[in-house]
């Protein structure tokens, strides 16, 4: 019986463990609090629970080495640390991470050890690159080329659970999408490279109906213009990875992010107590001063502006005290907005993950889209966590029965790699729509 290492027992583990049991392997979750992997695990004999930090480079040896398999779930940062005890000890690795530089690094090595190092076995990176490359690759066997590519993702609470002011809840970590927030962007518009800094992120969006779903803002995500050579792209002019959202989000971060909310460091002179004594210090408004209103007028804005009651909504205005355990604003908004934006146990979140392509073949176009709608059980798994663990959990099967075979530092856009774990994502109800309309 093959062994499966999981590091890791957060949001998104628990399908992953499910999974890997009920195909016959040998699984050990090791995590920071035994009680979560325990949690997972549940009574299953061939589980197993362990205490573990990631400071324990030794204990993280020995379990490497006792497995067939180590599934990092860890932040990115740490992932090099398991790669390199897998290079040690000749075992494969999945991740559901981007690829790093120092991740990337390890290739060579792996290859010289054919060993799998399989990352960005996830949603997104994951799913969007696999379900992509199908398409793709099947528009080059009937002769046709891509000159237009777009692909979106937004993981969102289901339409009846969006009923806060922001439009917006959390099914996993929200550190993660608050610093996202910061990121600059960069994509490929007709032949023309289009970039904006981090605090032009969400001045730079669009309404986008997306056909039998409904309609979100969508937002670029990061630098797009690499996956043009990624996905073989060579006659896309247009090359565009973005983000859905709920109408409003984006006016309502990009004022957040004016503010100065998402900083990692403590304000320069601060010594407040409050949310509402770190909005003056940051809008700078006197004691007196109507606070919403100081802050409206700091930004451009009507007092009576959405965004401003949206912030009222939040506490930001209230006299709650500030978290003694944290010293700069962005972890202060973190604790705010997990007390006020976490998704409900009576309610659900939905993926909704939508591609957009234009093939060009001799003396015709097609516009072919690929949509994937998934929801969450109620009381049950988040779809967050299905879409991320899922495709992990296969690809860690595929590996460990020969399937998959690929050596090397990798992500699924190869029809070895996308295919099976596609296929088997099929069989449990994870699954695209496509048209195709001729022009």
């Known amino acids: 019986m093959k062994k499966v290492l999981v590091l890791g027992a957060g949001l998104v583990a628990r399908p992953m463990v499910v999974y890997l049991l009920e195909h016959g392997f040998k699984v050990t979750v090791a995590s920071r609090t035994v009680s979560k992997a325990k949690a997972l695990i549940g009574k299953d004999k061939n589980g197993k629970a362990v205490a573990w930090t990631v400071e324990q480079g ?46 990337r690094a390890l290739d060579k090595k792996a290859k010289a050890k054919h060993l799998v190092f399989l990352n960005e076995a996830g949603l997104d990176p994951g799913i969007d690159h696999m379900s992509a490359m199908r398409i793709i690759h099947s528009v080059e066997k009937r002769g046709g080329k891509v000159t237009s590519f777009r692909s979106t993702t937004g993981a969102l609470q289901a339409f009846e659970a969006n009923n806060n002011p922001f439009g917006y809840k959390f099914s996993w970590a929200p550190r993660g999408v608050l610093l996202a927030s910061k990121n600059p962007s960069k994509w490929l518009e007709n032949g023309k490279i289009r970039e904006y800094p981090g605090e032009q992120l969400f001045e730079n969006y669009r309404i986008e109906n997306v056909p ?21 792209l060579k006659h896309a002019k247009t090359v565009y990875r973005g983000t859905f959202r709920m109408p409003g989000w984006c006016e309502t971060m990009r004022n957040i992010v004016a503010l100065g909310l998402l900083e990692e460091k403590a304000p320069r002179g601060f010594k407040g107590k409050t949310y509402a004594d770190l909005l003056r210090h940051l809008v700078k408004a006197k004691p007196k001063d109507d606070l919403p209103a100081a802050t409206a007028k700091f930004l451009g804005l009507k007092p009576y502006a959405t965004v401003i009651k949206r912030l009222e909504w939040l506490g930001l205005f209230s006299e709650k005290p500030l978290p003694k355990d944290r010293d700069n604003p962005l972890d202060w908004m973190n604790v705010l907005t997990l007390e006020k934006m976490t998704l409900g146990k009576k309610e659900r979140d939905m993926i909704v993950m939508h591609h957009e392509f234009t093939a060009e073949f001799k003396g015709k176009k097609e516009s072919i889209t690929s949509t994937l709608l998934d929801f969450g059980e109620i009381g049950g798994d988040t779809s967050i966590a299905r879409t991320v663990s899922l495709p992990a959990a296969i690809a860690v099967r595929m590996i460990l029965e020969g399937k998959i075979t690929q050596a090397g530092v990798s992500i699924p856009v190869s029809p070895g790699i996308y295919n099976p774990i596609l296929n088997e994502l099929s069989k449990i109800g994870i699954n695209f729509k496509e048209e195709t309309k001729r022009q």
């Open 58 to 103: 030794d204990a993280l040896r020995k379990m490497v080495k006792d497995h067939d398999l180590a599934v990092s779930l860890l932040p990115y940062t740490y992932h090099v640390q398991v790669a390199s005890a897998c290079l040690e000890f000749n075992k494969h690795l999945v991740t559901t991470s981007y690829v790093s530089d120092a991740m």
């Open 212 to 232: 039998g779903v409904g309609a979100f803002e969508n937002y670029p995500n990061r630098n797009s213009v690499p996956y043009k050579d990624i996905y073989g």
